[in-house]
């Protein structure tokens, strides 16, 4: 059940508008009276603090160049005591230029998202070292004079303050201006409030909150909806599981809006999902109609060729039947023709049938010749039309075998692709369901926003980039998560040093 978000803070009102007051029309012939235009007042308070930061600055760049100037003496004189010789001049520069040259590389690093924390120590070190120098420059220990010693060691100390001011000045603004140092909170509250005051600085760190108003904010907005909770069911725990969700989720970073939203964003997620399987399905199917119909061209196909082939063999078998019946027929006039002859000649005279009769033979020989010259052609075309007919049968065995390897490399290749769609179908669940399990492990973890956030970029850097971190830009780590390219080089950091105690999604 969805709990609609109670009202927490009373709506503005729109401010009353003043009363209408009847404005007589001007005279036409009527001028108006000229208006005294009188200058704005000078801001005074930001004279002041102007001319305060200016005081500020000449009297540390004062200062810095008096203890370095006092630092440099003494050290000069220490390094010629301990027998530097040509080279004691140039000891003070060192010992003096190092704190100044760590604490600007390591600025500068800060500001490139390339902290290197090394330099830090190096710089109090140096800070201790030249103290340490100082306060032993003098003609006696400090344990047998310690004013001397201290007096020594006021200078260098009022060098590093100068240095470490501006440092602090540098990077307090820098922070500010791009968002990424926290605010800190205010010493009366932890005077006033310490336990409250502890938990809220806590969240402030767990949640990557860097501003305190915002935080006390939602600490009030969330007292405040568990007040209201209480004035509608009378307890908290009366409260349906939907409405207790802000108070649940408030461990975890979310705020009264967020928490409350949880619900109706699961149901979209849940909704997304069945779409993606019915489209899916409906994808499958799709494809399924797709394969059959192209299996059902080919065949068609096959059969459209050898059917060619077959009335081709058909065509040159009749026509070779047709010239061996023309040939017969003749044959068979003419024997009828010589039969007729031959009775005619029988009741001729003796003298015309011995003429008929050499008639006849030369008649029968010719006819006998051209009778074998018939069969002669009659079994030249039968032998090509046996030819004709191998050659037809060779050609749709050919065919049949063609179609037939079509159809198995068709058949291979839509076997292949069906392969590689379930594959990436397997992947596609597999990543999925990975996404899915890292999401319920981080629920049931309870980890913090930032935390799920750079668990997400390990498992995309361990998808895309086989877990090298260094290979993952960062202006798509700013564009895939909308930080500024500073948070995004912290969390590919944090990423690569999840990947490296193990991590794999």
Do not use: C
């Amino acid at each position: 059940m969805t709990t609609a978000h109670l009202p927490l803070t009373k709506p503005p009102t729109a401010p009353a508008s003043p009363p209408a007051v009847p404005v007589s029309p001007a005279p036409a012939a009527v001028s108006p009276p000229p208006v005294s235009v009188s200058p704005a007042p000078r801001d005074r308070s930001a004279l002041a603090w102007r001319a305060l930061a200016v005081v500020a600055v000449l009297g540390a760049v004062a200062v810095a160049g008096i203890g370095f100037a006092g630092s440099y003496s003494a050290l000069r004189a220490l390094a010629v005591d301990k027998g530097f010789g040509d080279f004691a001049p140039a000891f003070p520069i060192g010992v003096d230029a190092g704190i100044i040259v760590a604490l600007a590389l390591d600025l500068y690093l800060a500001r490139r998202g390339l902290s290197w924390p090394f330099l830090r120590p190096v710089a109090h070190g140096l800070t201790l070292a030249t103290v340490y120098f100082n306060a032993n420059a003098g003609e006696h220990s400090p344990a047998e004079d310690p004013v001397a010693a201290a007096m020594h060691a006021v200078m260098p100390v009022l060098f590093v303050v100068a240095v470490e001011a501006a440092r602090y000045l540098v990077i307090r603004t820098s922070g500010l201006a791009h968002g990424t140092r926290p605010d800190g909170v205010p010493l009366h509250r932890w005077v006033l409030a310490p336990w409250p005051t502890w938990r809220l600085y806590r969240r402030m760190r767990v949640w990557g909150l860097t501003s305190y108003t915002e935080a006390v904010d939602r600490d009030q907005e969330l007292r405040v909806y568990q007040v209201m909770l209480e004035r509608r069911y009378g307890s908290v725990r009366k409260a349906p599981s939907d409405a207790r969700l802000p108070l649940t989720m408030a461990r975890y970073g979310l705020t009264v809006d967020e928490a409350l939203a949880l619900p109706q964003e699961a149901a979209e997620r849940e909704q997304r999902r069945r779409e993606a399987a019915e489209a899916r399905k409906v994808a499958e199917q799709v494809r399924a109609a797709e394969r059959a119909a192209e299996l059902e061209a080919a065949r068609l196909r096959a059969a459209g060729l050898v059917d060619a082939a077959r009335h081709e063999v058909t065509a040159s078998t009749g026509a070779a039947e047709a010239r061996a019946r023309a040939t017969v027929t003749a044959v068979e006039r003419s024997a009828a023709l010589e039969t007729e002859a031959l009775e005619s000649a029988a009741a001729a005279e003796a003298d015309a049938r011995k003429a008929a009769a050499e008639r006849a033979a030369a008649e029968d020989r010719k006819a006998a010749a051209e009778t074998a010259a018939a069969a002669a052609e009659i079994e030249r075309s039968a032998r090509e039309t046996e030819q004709a007919a191998r050659e037809a049968e060779a050609r749709a065995a050919e065919a049949e075998a063609r179609t037939a390897d079509a159809e198995a490399r068709k058949a291979a290749a839509e076997r292949a692709t069906a392969e590689n769609r379930k594959a990436a179908a397997e992947a596609a669940a597999a990543a999925a369901e990975i996404e899915l399990r890292a999401a319920e492990a981080e629920d049931l973890a309870r980890l913090s926003p930032r935390e799920r956030t750079v668990r997400k970029l390990a498992r995309i850097i361990l998808a895309e980039h086989a877990g090298d971190a260094d290979r993952m830009p960062l202006d798509a780590i700013s564009d895939a998560f909308n930080v500024a390219t500073g948070t995004a080089s912290q969390y590919r950091q944090e990423a690569a040093r999840l990947i490296h105690d193990g991590y794999r999604g």
